[in-house]
């Protein structure tokens, strides 16, 4: 019989789907393992980061080519390298800000850092022979407390340091340490494992060291040191007006480094402060208030120490005046409570309560002008308004900043002291005149201003009982003190 091309194709067809079904049906072993692009990790090494330089007058290339004859290297920036220089071959830039049209670069730092160490070297630094590691033995040969191994760089010592972060308070100390290091003082080389590095959330944020010590502080990190330093390379100083911009860079680098950390203010080792919050020219830091619970106490934080410090010298500033100008005033509700406690404003409290008698405001011209309607600023830049939600006068810190002082106008009738304004507050209830009958003074913010007498039946009618000996956020039902 003859088979036409037809039936050949058809059969042809049939017995390839046959083979197929055979072959996928047909038991196998395990499939061998599948190969992967990712570009592998923990390479034995140290890879030298070079990071903190200035764009206009520094020593990246003496300082690369130094490195790269025995380590990769490369040159961290925050964009390109600009102005562009003549880096030494094998030597990369590495961009660390994100750009629209290309992935994170951090996502992924694995693709461009292949060694399992990385050295953070300062500009002009010089490696003596084997130094790196050195380093990376003494980290590895340590506790496992150290994290970090450091060294010095140039003729000046190291001054080891310990670092004490106050969360809540958004503080960090600084304190001589006699044993092992959370920090140092002086110009250094960082050597850390490439892991720890960047599972850090900042991890070449600038100032480098200052970033580093204070993340690792947040973990509980030591620092090993190597006392062998790198030679420093001898180089002209700075005009002055290139001092002057970097001195501009650092101190501009350093805040937004401290607003990313949550810091407010550093306290140095003679005790001298650094502060980062508000001031006079700025707006709080914090905005409105809503429930009588503000967005920091949901976040297991008080008021920054930069508002508390404007609050201070508001009030001290407000009581002078008050004084000066013959006002009968008192310490109210929740700034009593911190007189009491504590002889300051509450940790987590955001203004200040003052009672007036009524009949007294006109003594003050800044009240009296406020009570005409005029928002009026006094010599020294606080600014006196009559408030907008009732009939009560507000003292703003300055027009840019409104942390404030509230003064409440009192008026007694039948012997009890009441006002025109309630604002739902539960201290917010009449009382008995003889309270002021007489006012005692009472260290409060720094000053002595006047307070009721029997300053805790006062406050147990206005709080409740215990209200001195057990306290509590503004309003419980949105955040109960003791939920961080």
């Known amino acids: 019989m003859r088979v036409t091309p037809c039936q050949a194709t058809l059969a042809a067809a049939i017995g390839l789907n046959l083979l197929l079904l055979l072959y996928w049906g047909w038991p196998r072993g395990p499939p061998p393992p599948a190969s992967s692009c990712r570009i ?10 070079l990071r903190e330089f200035e764009p206009l007058d520094n020593d990246v290339v003496g300082t690369a080519r130094a490195f790269s004859l025995r380590h990769p290297v490369a040159v961290v920036t925050d964009t390109v390298l600009y102005p562009p220089l003549p880096l030494p071959p094998g030597v990369t830039v590495f961009p660390v800000h994100p750009v629209p049209e290309r992935p994170p670069p951090l996502a992924h ?21 084997g130094l790196l590691e050195r380093m990376r033995d003494a980290l590895e040969e340590g506790s496992g407390d150290a994290r970090m191994a450091v060294a010095p760089v140039g003729t000046g010592p190291l001054r080891c340091l310990e670092v004490s972060l106050e969360t809540r308070e958004w503080t960090v100390r600084y304190r001589d340490a006699p044993g092992m290091c959370q920090a140092v003082e002086g110009a250094a080389v960082l050597l850390l494992r490439t892991r720890d590095l960047f599972a850090l959330p900042f991890p070449l944020a600038r100032p480098l060291a200052t970033a580093l010590f204070i993340q690792a502080a ?52 003679d005790g001298r402060e650094r502060w980062y919050g508000c001031g006079k020219d700025t707006a709080r830091c914090f905005g409105t208030i809503h429930a009588g619970t503000p967005q920091y106490l949901l976040s297991g934080r008080w ?21 000066a100008s013959g006002i009968r005033y008192w310490l109210e509700g929740g700034s009593l409570l911190g007189a009491v406690r504590l002889r300051d404003i509450i940790p987590w409290d955001y203004d ?20 005409a309607g005029e928002a009026v600023e006094d010599a020294e830049g606080f600014l006196w308004e009559k408030a907008a939600e009732g009939e009560f006068y507000r003292v703003h810190y300055s027009r840019s900043n409104r942390l404030h002082v509230d003064l409440w106008p009192f008026y007694s009738r039948g012997g009890v002291m009441t006002k025109d304004t309630w604002l739902g507050h539960r201290q917010d209830v009449e009382f008995p005149e003889r309270f002021l009958r007489p006012r005692v003074p ?3 913010a720094g000053t002595t201003a006047m307070a009721p007498n029997s300053a805790r039946e006062f406050l147990e009618l206005k709080f409740g009982a215990g209200a001195i000996e057990n306290p509590e956020y503004p309003n419980p039902g949105v955040k109960r003190m003791g939920q961080e």
């Open 40 to 49: 592998p990790r923990g390479i034995p090494g140290v890879t030298v980061l």
């Open 303 to 323: 008021t920054p120490p930069c508002c508390l410090r404007a609050l201070r010298e508001t009030t001290r500033h407000v009581v002078s005046v008050l004084e």
């Open 442 to 444: 009472m260290e409060f």
């Open 109 to 129: 730092p694995e693709l461009r850092i292949r060694t399992r160490h990385v050295a953070l070297v300062p500009d002009g630094a010089r490696p003596p022979p």
């Open 218 to 269: 947040f973990r509980g990190w030591k620092l090993r040191v190597v006392p062998t330093a790198f030679p420093l390379s001898r180089r002209l100083p700075l005009s002055p007006h290139n001092q002057w911009k970097a001195e501009s860079g650092l101190e501009n680098r350093r805040r937004r480094l401290m607003r990313d950390l949550g810091i407010k203010r550093e306290v140095l080792p």
């Open 352 to 371: 200040v309560d003052l009672g007036i008698y009524k009949e007294d405001a006109g003594k003050c011209r800044w009240l009296a002008a406020a009570a």
